[in-house]
């Protein structure tokens, strides 16, 4: 169950390598992200599941977290934008987790499943 960003970048190709070498691979991705895209090619299966933003909100979200840790600023602008973007960041991967959780379709596809 990967998040957007860094997690996915670093998971992919673990990922694609199981599946190369045969491992049932099933990943677990929001219907809005920006580098987990359902529609590429691959050797695992993908379950895509319904989240309540927008692509664009996503892409804003991401942009003010890497502004507020990388972009050169006052120490009390560090501080105070560092929290409010990681608040923020935190909300979207809450709110992933709930729509994951609470889509009784899909738990019960992993369920059967014994994933």
């Excluded at 990943?27 to 319904?50: C, D, F, G, I, R």
């Excluded at 309540?52 to 120490?75: C, D, M, N, T, W």
Aim: aromatic letters at 12%; hydrophobic letters at 35%.
């Amino acid at each position: 169950v990967p998040q957007d960003g860094s997690h996915w970048l670093s998971m992919r190709p673990v990922v694609e390598k199981l599946g190369q070498k045969g491992h049932e691979v099933v990943v677990l991705v929001p219907s809005t992200s920006l580098y987990m895209k359902s529609e590429e090619p691959q050797n695992y299966t993908v379950q895509a599941y319904p989240i309540p933003y927008r692509e664009e909100y996503l892409g804003e979200v991401l942009k003010a977290f890497v502004h507020a840790h990388f972009i050169e600023q006052s120490v009390w602008n560090v501080v105070l934008t560092s929290y409010q973007s990681t608040i923020e960041i935190s909300s979207v991967f809450f709110t992933n987790c709930k729509s994951l959780l609470q889509n009784e379709e899909l738990m019960q596809y992993l369920k059967e499943s014994k994933f």
